[in-house]
């Protein structure tokens, strides 16, 4: 019998969880994390550390209920484009259908995002027999407006090689800008109404600093990183996102679902782990903000935990900066 969840707390303990994506479908919380598997491989900047083969989804009556394991969702096995390293995923629902998204490195190990699909929210998932056309580098989050629109965001610096398609093709030896050029930005595409292939071309997203200019590559406190998410508080869009090696998670506010953004301050300092991610979800009544860090393993990067805290707004819709117990 699983034990009832608490803010800051690890959700489960039987696995090491990570990059939790939570929504909400069927009156429930349903979280789509990654696995990461319990090995004793070193760390290096290009996260190959971070070896995971599968998803299992997970689900909570209450925010207080226990985080029940739904199983294996899918694995890599059942996926012909995969070569290894299934990442943070997403998940969507639309019609009746799950659509569960994940980037993965191919066989030329080149990161893409693939789609699978199920008639439940906890799957199994089937995959489709190839990546999403267009896709490139990682941490997929897929956002639906209220016209009914989806969007996904996704990219991710470094070992998730978002700098090497800055001309648009895969440059092995290209690296991220520095100094005072503008900061890469996540990428976003418009899906089709199927949910499995882009509408339209990506475009790359603009993040502003208070007077309006981009933000740099130095501004490493505040340059995006990896790990977007997107939500809508009071009519505004939140674009959210960790700064890799300064450990932040950040936002920044737009008018649309394509921005641009205006950098607005943190929303959790950092964690127990060199990774932060997130994922920001409304459910009865209150928002809450799902993370991970590395406090079941005592502090190894590639052992994380995914667990909740709630998230507060101020009065003007900024955000109640969090600081991790
Ligand atoms: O979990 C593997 C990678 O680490 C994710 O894709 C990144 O966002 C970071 O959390």
């Not at 009746?96 to 439940?120: E, M, N």
Request: with cysteine; charged share 20%; glycine share 8%.
């Amino acid at each position: 019998m699983s034990n009832n969840s608490k803010p800051n707390t690890p959700l489960v303990t039987h696995i090491y969880t990570a990059d939790p994506s939570a929504h909400v479908f069927e009156n429930k919380l349903y979280i789509y994390p990654s696995h990461d598997l319990d090995h004793n491989e070193p760390d290096n900047d290009l996260g190959d550390q971070y070896k995971m083969e599968d998803y299992h989804v997970f689900s909570m009556d209450d925010i207080d209920a226990p985080c029940v394991d739904c199983g294996e969702a899918l694995h890599m096995k059942d996926v012909p484009w995969v070569s290894k390293q299934m990442w943070a995923p997403d998940a969507a629902h639309k019609n009746g259908v799950y659509y569960l998204y994940f980037p993965a490195k191919d066989k030329d190990d080149i990161f893409r995002i693939g789609v699978a699909t199920s008639d439940t929210p906890a799957g199994p998932f089937k995959a489709q027999p190839s990546y999403i056309p267009g896709t490139y580098s990682i941490d997929p989050a897929v956002f639906i407006d209220d016209d009914g629109k989806a969007y996904m965001y996704f990219g991710g610096l470094w070992g998730g090689q978002l700098q090497k398609w800055q001309t648009g093709t895969f440059d092995p030896n290209a690296v991220e800008p520095s100094g005072k050029n503008p900061a890469l930005g996540p990428i976003v595409a418009e899906l089709n109404d199927d949910l499995l292939t882009f509408k339209s071309e990506t475009r790359e997203l603009k993040i502003l600093d208070e007077d309006g200019n981009p933000i740099t590559a130095e501004d490493t406190d505040r340059r995006y990183f990896e790990g977007p998410w997107m939500h809508k508080y009071n009519g505004d869009y939140y674009l959210s996102y960790s700064t890799g090696d300064t450990h932040y998670l950040v936002y920044a506010v737009g008018k649309t679902p394509m921005g641009p953004f205006t950098y607005k301050g943190r929303i959790l300092e950092p964690v127990n782990s060199w990774t932060t991610h997130h994922s920001i979800v409304e459910f009865n009544g209150k928002w809450y903000l799902f993370y991970h860090d590395s406090s079941l393993s005592g502090g190894v990067n590639h052992k994380r935990c995914m667990k909740y805290t709630e998230l507060v707004y101020n009065t003007d819709g900024t955000i109640k900066t969090i600081t991790p117990p």
